[in-house]
């Protein structure tokens, strides 16, 4: 058993309060004390399905990997999978990120201008991570979304890596999106309507769904700001987006973004609406 697998059985055994509920997949928590306790513990749901589990952890290597090479910000990450007399269980560790810097507080608590700039700044990077990878043969996604970045003085980082988008067919996704979920709603809703569950995916797979994602958040986050946002999404658009991805996330502006309603729904179901209980 290597070190960190012993500490992280260690940490998960002494287990204290969970860093955030806000997550789809996971509660990540932060150990109090031990060698992990600077480090960020994130469970997954586990399972008897050994070849799926042992193409996810390659499959994250390689994800981490690309986003690295894309000059996407990471806290270090790694992925591993406990073995519980056959039970898989699989597990990252990632270097925790100060409470403070997580962006969504960060829009919610600035001052209209500073907060059109950390919009700005998070947009920009969505954009050199898909300019970075549009040559590339994989099928791949991000997630940007307010809730996945932190934010320092050296600009955004993107820390939410699970489920890897990276070499999946969208059928397989849709797969991993029911198989992972951590709700048993989610997952019994999905074995009957696997549509539902599979579109989540798709803004994931959309450069400009994914900026279009950003600013219909940040407009939920503040709601009387919308005019401003909107208005500095455009000029963001003009100024640096090109082809394909502006003409759509120009006309994506001008009929307000929405959450897709399953993921509303998702969300309202699972609790996950609201402020991040931290
Ligand atoms: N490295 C980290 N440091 C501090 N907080 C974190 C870290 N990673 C995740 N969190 C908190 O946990 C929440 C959910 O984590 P995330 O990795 O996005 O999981 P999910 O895939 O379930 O969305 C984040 O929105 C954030 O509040
Ligand atoms: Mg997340």
């Not at 270097?95 to 947009?123: F, G, H, V, Y």
Request: hydrophobic share 40%; aromatic share 8%.
């Amino acid at each position: 058993m290597s070190d960190l697998v012993r500490a992280v059985r260690e940490a998960l055994a002494a287990r204290g309060e969970p860093v955030s509920r806000l997550g789809y997949f996971c509660a990540p928590f932060r150990p109090q004390s031990g060698d992990l306790s600077d480090k960020v513990i994130k469970t997954y749901r586990g399972g008897r399905d050994p070849e799926l589990l042992e193409q996810l952890a390659r499959r994250h290597d390689q994800y981490v990997e690309c986003l690295t090479r894309a000059g996407v910000r990471m806290p270090e990450t790694k992925f591993l999978i406990l073995n519980e007399a056959g039970y898989l269980q699989p597990v990252i560790v990632q270097q925790a990120l100060d409470q403070d810097t997580l962006l969504r507080p960060q829009i919610e608590a600035a001052e209209l201008e500073r907060a059109l700039d950390l919009i700005d700044s998070a947009a920009l990077s969505i954009a050199q991570f898909w300019a970075a990878v549009s040559q590339r043969p994989e099928r791949i996604g991000y997630h940007p979304s307010i809730r996945n970045f932190a934010m320092d003085a050296d600009g955004p980082i993107f820390f939410d890596t699970f489920p890897p988008l990276i070499g999946y067919s969208r059928e397989e996704m849709g797969r991993l999106l029911l198989r992972f979920s951590e709700s048993g709603m989610i997952r019994s809703v999905g074995s009957v309507f696997p549509e539902r569950i599979r579109a989540i995916q798709d803004e994931w797979y959309s450069p400009a769904g994914t900026i279009l994602g950003l600013i219909g958040s940040a407009i939920r986050l503040r709601p009387a700001d919308r005019t401003a946002i909107l208005e500095r999404a455009r000029v963001f658009a003009r100024r640096h987006l090109e082809g394909e991805m502006r003409d759509e996330v120009l006309e994506g502006l001008d009929k307000p973004p929405r959450l897709p309603a399953i993921w509303t729904t998702t969300r309202r179901v699972l609790g996950l609406e609201g402020k991040p209980n931290v």
